[in-house]
């Protein structure tokens, strides 16, 4: 089941994007030095009173472009696509302005949850201020201050309030996976290829499919599947085309609901700055993931095309070299019979499972092969490991100390690792952890 989603809201220089990094906190820290992963942040994970939610802040986005007013006008539209609760950010020092009172009447016809947030409320003086907010009409707003971290809590205990508490049932048996990727890479066409008939609309117009779809089937051999449709768009979803950084929010929503990830490429036009952004997610987020290459039919071959184009896209994507590359095309249906076979593959690849004495005799043997590193005369030391987690799979090394275990080196156990046991597909975890 997707996180709740908050969205942050607000006219510009209120201060959005630095509540946006109060309230991720630590779950925003980079976990990959690797070139690549994207570090562009307009979406992440937040945790309170012990439930997590996933947070936009619509700060990030740019329509520098556009008119003053439609540039606020279409943040809080996003807000009201994709957001469970708002919080909705003016600022104490300046009063209610013309801007935040556009804002207040998109979002009081919404019928979401509002918080009202007023920032740089830096000291107790200030409160006093904040009265004319009540204007507004979105009922008592919350003093807070960016900066400081000041009320922070008190907003997010209001929002916690609003997460619906259903639980959707999980089936452990359904592989469940989506197709992401750039507008106009075919991932309408190819959804419609693989299920065999035309379940959502196909059009060379990019952005047109307008609804999410999941769709079941099942393949030859009896295995249930689950595809959730990433390129779906209400139709308020028209203001997503304005720029293409709105689509990693709607990526984002059917890779936290996905054990598998499609990310689909366009042969056409080969690999694009976006198709990064939104592989480095699916990526950070544990998934397993698949590269299909689309509209391989329409690429004028010779001796080396195919291997050029594998060469460029592991080049491009470093920290995809566990994905496995398929060239298809949903017009002919090439290769696509195999897709299903490979979802598979990837994802007995994600369940699977261990022993500690088979991991640990793997990594004796890596340290055979290349001894510990040493950091001002201390020698790191690796004592023992288990997995601790699958989906994806996650070992703890134990070592005398957590420091020493530098990412080159927990690089390369991984690399030992899959030597061993393969794991195509899957990202895994290495996790240092001193020994008590």
Not at 16 to 25: D, E, L, Q
Not at 40 to 64: H, P, V
Not at 212 to 222: K, L, N, V, Y
Request: aromatic share 8%.
């Amino acid at each position: 089941m997707a996180n709740p989603t908050i969205a942050i809201v607000g006219r510009p220089n209120v201060g959005k994007s630095t509540i946006f990094n109060r309230i991720a906190g630590e779950r925003i820290s980079i976990v990959e030095d690797t070139p690549g992963v994207t570090r562009d942040r307009i979406y992440a994970t937040g945790e309170w009173l012990g439930r997590e939610f996933s947070i936009i802040d619509t700060g990030g986005i740019d329509l520098s472009d556009e008119p003053f007013m439609d540039q606020i006008k279409h943040q809080a539209e996003i807000a009201i696509e994709e957001a469970d609760v708002i919080i909705f950010v003016a600022s104490g020092r300046e009063g209610v302005t013309d801007a935040d009172e556009l804002v207040a009447r998109i979002l009081y016809r919404s019928n979401k949850p509002v918080i009202l947030a007023v920032n740089k409320v830096d000291n107790p003086e200030m409160r006093n201020d904040i009265y004319e907010f009540y204007s507004l009409g979105l009922g008592d707003p919350f003093p807070i201050s960016g900066s400081h971290g000041l009320g922070i809590g008190d907003v997010l205990d209001e929002a916690v309030k609003h997460f619906s508490t259903e639980i959707e049932e999980e089936d452990e048996a359904t592989i469940k996976f989506s197709l992401i990727g750039r507008p106009n890479v075919g991932k309408s066409s190819l959804i419609n290829a693989i299920l065999g008939e035309d379940r959502v609309i196909v059009s060379e117009i990019e952005g047109t499919t307008r609804d999410a779809i999941d769709t079941r089937f099942e393949s030859e051999d009896g295995q249930q599947f689950l595809m959730i449709d990433t390129a779906g768009m209400r139709k308020r979803g028209k203001v997503y085309e304005s720029t293409e950084k709105y689509s990693v929010m709607r990526a984002m929503r059917a890779i936290e609901r996905s054990d598998i990830v499609l990310m689909v490429l366009n042969a056409e036009e080969g690999i694009r700055e976006q198709d990064k952004k939104v592989a480095g997610y699916a990526h950070e987020a544990g998934r397993g993931i698949i590269i299909v290459v689309n509209k391989w039919d329409t690429v004028e071959k010779e001796t080396n095309t195919m291997r050029d184009f594998e060469e460029e896209i592991r080049e491009e994507f470093r920290y995809l070299d566990y994905a496995p590359i398929i060239f298809v095309s949903a017009v002919t249906k090439q290769r696509l019979n195999k897709l299903p076979e490979l979802i598979e593959l990837v994802s007995m690849n994600q369940n699977l499972r261990i022993p500690s004495a088979l991991l640990n005799d793997v990594v004796m043997d890596a340290i055979a092969i290349n001894p510990t590193p040493t950091d001002k005369g201390k020698r790191l030391k690796v004592f023992y490991g288990t997995q601790v987690a699958i989906k994806p799979p996650t070992f703890v090394i134990f070592v005398n100390e957590e420091e020493l275990m530098h990412f080159s080196y927990a690089r390369f156990l991984e690399n030992q690792i899959r030597k061993a046991f393969t794991f195509e597909g899957t990202p895994i975890k290495i996790i240092p952890r001193r020994r008590k």
